[in-house]
């Protein structure tokens, strides 16, 4: 364990979390509910200045942060214009839901950015031909580059993959093969294989590998928008899968969590790889923690929207004893997560060895 990974690690997570708090911040202030303390880490503060209405701390502990809202909660609550109780549900579920939502955007603008500056592919080269394979037996040869994939111009090997795996009859290829274009026409093979979320497929296979040599792919702004968009929305769905199938049991619950230990292990890794790879990595993670903190736990973001919702219908909010039992029960079930994530690392590091 070097001190950059740790410096690298802290830098990801802290910065995560920092995003979440400001958007609290932002949208309490834009709907003028006073913020009295905006803080990055935990612990003793070894920084504090007043700006405004707000003191901004820098703590001992360099982990996360949080925003404390004036009239949070009942006990502090005094009945002024600007505190956080006095305000309609709408627009405590508007501050509420701020967090996960900048968490979000943050992710979709780093992936914005990452396709502007350039993405890393696998080039569209054949590395190898498989033996007895449907390419081996049309003269398909390694150093081939992919042009078109049954009329449709490839770039990457992400894009061959794909366009091969919705094909439903003969696949067409155009090859560059030296200076020459060579037409072929592949009659595939279909095998059984499984997702990662463990379910059967069968998908049509021609029998080629990449090269494995990496190119950069920049796109303009348009286009980089719209790609760092299909990319928010993919990731978002394929998360829900996971949920989906881990509550339904096809995944195992405890492979579905992920600790501090794996995220530290996972940026490390992914930070030798480059700057690109760590911010896609952080842009994961980011969309990841937006979607978790809407789970409708108690303490968690997502846990404050059905109350709101429900207040907003009854006209009046849950009584203390309610909203007590709700806050302890979210608390027990958030530290029941912790300990199994915590479980789940260790399992994976024994797992490993």
Request: hydrophobic share 50%; net charge positive; proline share 4%.
């Amino acid at each position: 364990m070097q001190l950059i990974d740790i410096i690298i690690f802290i830098l990801v997570l802290s910065g995560l979390i920092i995003v979440h708090e400001f958007g609290h911040f932002i949208t309490a202030r834009l709907n003028h509910i006073r913020v009295d303390e905006f803080a990055i880490g935990f612990g003793k503060p070894i920084f504090r200045k007043k700006f405004k209405e707000t003191f901004f701390l820098i703590c001992m502990i360099p982990l996360g942060g949080y925003v404390k809202l004036a009239g949070d909660d009942r006990y502090r609550f005094k009945g002024g214009n600007d505190e956080f109780l006095s305000k309609p549900a709408g627009i405590r579920a508007r501050v509420v839901i701020a967090g996960p939502l900048f968490n979000y955007l943050f992710s979709f603008i780093i992936f914005w950015f990452i396709f502007i500056i350039g993405m890393p592919y696998l080039d569209n080269v054949i590395g190898g031909v498989m033996d007895n394979s449907p390419a081996q037996r049309i003269g398909l040869k390694a150093g081939d580059r992919v042009l078109e994939v049954n009329g449709r111009k490839v770039n990457t090997w992400t894009d061959i993959q794909g366009f091969i795996r919705k094909s439903k009859d003969d696949i067409e290829l155009i090859i560059l093969r030296g200076d020459e274009r060579l037409n072929f026409k592949i009659k595939p093979e279909y095998k059984e294989i499984k997702d990662i979320f463990g379910r059967e497929k069968s998908l049509p296979i021609i029998g080629i590998k990449s090269s494995m040599e990496i190119k950069e792919v920049k796109e303009n702004f348009f286009v980089a928008f719209i790609k760092a968009f299909n990319r928010t929305v993919e990731l978002t769905i394929f998360i829900f899968q996971g949920l989906y199938y881990t509550i339904v049991g096809v995944i195992p619950f405890k492979e579905s969590l992920a600790g501090p230990i794996t995220i530290f292990k996972l940026t490390s890794s992914t930070a030798k790889e480059g700057v690109v790879a760590l911010l896609h990595l952080v842009g994961v993670i980011g969309i990841s923690l937006s979607i978790v903190n809407l789970f409708p736990i108690p303490v968690l973001d997502g846990g404050y929207l059905p109350l709101l919702f429900l207040e907003k219908i009854r006209k009046k909010p849950l009584s203390e004893k309610a909203e007590y039992i709700l806050t302890r029960l979210g608390m027990v079930l958030i530290g029941v997560l912790v300990i199994l994530a915590f479980y789940s690392d260790i399992l994976r590091i024994f797992s490993s060895k």
